[in-house]
């Protein structure tokens, strides 16, 4: 199955794309984020994002989606530019017909490195170490949406052993 991660923000937005065989990392497709000049007029921000996605979804035709849901902010004007931004990823995941799941930080942590509370270090170690990958996945953002991504897988394994189990 192959899944986009995508960690939702109006500068930057991460995301990774990441085939999976039950359990297993198959491959790490890509990674990166998708960064806005702070200059530009909000919707010309947005623009860029949902055109940006789209292109990445159109090339790497990912089965589902994780995204970050945005659950508590300290800053309500930060909060709103992080809604707008996952608006329009959610809208241009609609668009191109990604089915989608939702996973707070605390889900992705808990997955990741087995404690939600886990730091920003931990998780880009955990992700690094999960992926085979050479050094630290980076920024942060990519390394969160490469977490979102194989949390999602792992939430649809079990779910599907869970199913198993209640039919027997």
Do not use: H
């Not at 995301?15 to 297993?24: C, K, S």
């Not at 990392?25 to 055109?51: A, H």
Request: proline content about 3%; charged content about 25%.
């Amino acid at each position: 199955m192959r899944i986009v991660g995508i960690d939702p923000g109006l500068a930057t937005t991460g995301w990774a794309v990441v085939d999976f065989e039950g359990r297993e990392i198959l491959e790490v497709l890509d990674y990166g984020v998708i960064k806005t000049k702070k200059n530009l007029d909000i919707g010309v921000r947005l623009s860029e994002i949902y055109s940006d996605l789209s292109e990445i979804l159109k090339e790497f035709k990912p089965e589902v989606a994780s995204v970050e849901l945005l659950i508590f902010c300290n800053n309500a004007k930060t909060a709103m530019k992080v809604g707008e931004a996952r608006g329009v990823v959610l809208l241009a995941l609609s668009n191109c017909g990604v089915e989608t799941y939702d996973y707070t930080p605390l889900q992705v942590k808990s997955s990741i490195c087995g404690y939600g509370k886990a730091n920003k270090k931990q998780v880009q170690e955990n992700v690094q170490r999960m992926c085979n990958l050479s050094s630290l996945p980076e920024p942060d953002d990519a390394a969160d949406a490469l977490a979102l991504a194989i949390c999602c897988n792992d939430s649809i394994v079990l779910n599907k052993v869970s199913n198993l189990k209640n039919i027997c």
